[in-house]
């Protein structure tokens, strides 16, 4: 059975709610729970979002948005990025933000979310 993704009119409408619900602390993820839900997903016509918050085992937490649409280029994705996080971030490209490419189509952009660690 396949899951079905939220559909959305545009970048901007749809990284309210999804930034809102990977950046609330109550669905970050951990290593043992790394299985993302549709809930972290989005679609904008062929455009495929996925937003999450990742707490590592030493404690430090990094923001992903991640990007798959069809010829979707790096600099497309930034293009991209910097609307999502739009009102949320400041978004300064190659400063802040990594970027990796992999073999299904898919343009992450990972970046520090919380100070160097948080204490538990």
Same mark, same amino acid.
């Given at each position: 059975?396949?899951?079905?993704?939220?559909?959305?009119?545009?970048?901007?409408?749809?990284? @309210? *709610?999804? #930034?809102?619900?990977?950046?609330?602390?109550?669905?970050?993820?951990?290593?043992?729970?790394? !299985?993302? $839900?549709?809930?972290?997903?989005?679609?904008?016509?062929?455009?495929?979002?996925?937003?999450?918050?990742?707490?590592?085992?030493?404690?430090?937490?990094?923001?992903?948005?991640?990007?798959? @649409? *069809?010829? #979707?280029?790096?600099?497309?994705?930034?293009?991209?990025?910097?609307?999502?996080?739009?009102? !949320?971030? $400041?978004?300064?490209?190659?400063?802040?933000?990594?970027?990796?490419?992999?073999?299904?189509?898919?343009?992450?952009?990972?970046?520090?979310?919380?100070?160097?660690?948080?204490?538990?």
């Amino acid at each position: 059975m396949r899951t079905t993704i939220s559909q959305s009119e545009s970048i901007e409408k749809a990284s @309210g *709610p999804l #930034l809102e619900f990977a950046l609330n602390p109550r669905n970050w993820l951990t290593s043992d729970k790394r !299985r993302v $839900t549709s809930d972290y997903y989005r679609r904008v016509e062929a455009l495929q979002i996925c937003a999450s918050v990742d707490v590592t085992p030493t404690l430090d937490t990094w923001l992903h948005v991640s990007f798959r @649409g *069809p010829n #979707l280029t790096p600099m497309q994705g930034a293009d991209l990025l910097e609307s999502f996080v739009r009102g !949320r971030f $400041t978004f300064i490209p190659n400063m802040e933000w990594v970027v990796e490419i992999d073999s299904k189509g898919w343009i992450h952009f990972t970046r520090r979310y919380t100070g160097p660690i948080l204490r538990a």
